[in-house]
């Protein structure tokens, strides 16, 4: 099992920016996928970004092309988001999440979850 804490949530006016931690301990991720998801009220889980741990290749949802960027750091075991240009639509609880498979694109593929963290971007 992977444990994972998310970190850097907040509170953000439009066209701002915010940083999410994501740390994750248990294993050893150099096979693993990490993946950011978002949840709005009343919305279903949806993607947000990946990185493959091993090459740091990366995959993003249309609607944060751009403006996020996922990244890795080996040394600290974390993965994080920087996302730019926010919108009030970015509004939602960000949840980390880690596979054991590749691409991993399906959202049941992942099956170590974080607590989420939550951002609300203010028009």
């Known amino acids: 099992q992977v444990q994972l804490v998310e970190s850097g949530g907040g509170l953000v006016q439009a066209g701002g920016s915010l940083r999410l931690s994501c740390a994750a301990s248990?294993?050893?991720?150099?096979?693993?996928?990490m993946g950011w998801f978002r949840q709005a009220p009343g919305k279903e889980r949806e993607f947000v970004a990946r990185?493959?741990?091993?090459?740091?290749?990366?995959y993003y949802a249309d609607s944060v092309k751009g403006r996020f960027t996922i990244s890795r750091d080996n040394g600290k075991n974390t993965v994080n988001l920087q996302m730019n240009s926010l919108k009030p639509d970015d509004t939602a609880v960000y949840y980390c999440?880690?596979?054991?498979?590749?691409?991993?694109?399906?959202?049941?593929?992942?099956?170590?979850w974080g607590q989420g963290t939550q951002v609300t971007v203010s028009s």
């Open positions: 990185i493959r741990w091993s090459g740091g290749i990366t």
């Open positions: 248990g294993r050893t991720l150099s096979s693993y996928t």
């Open positions: 999440a880690a596979s054991r498979y590749y691409p991993a694109r399906s959202l049941d593929e992942y099956d170590n």
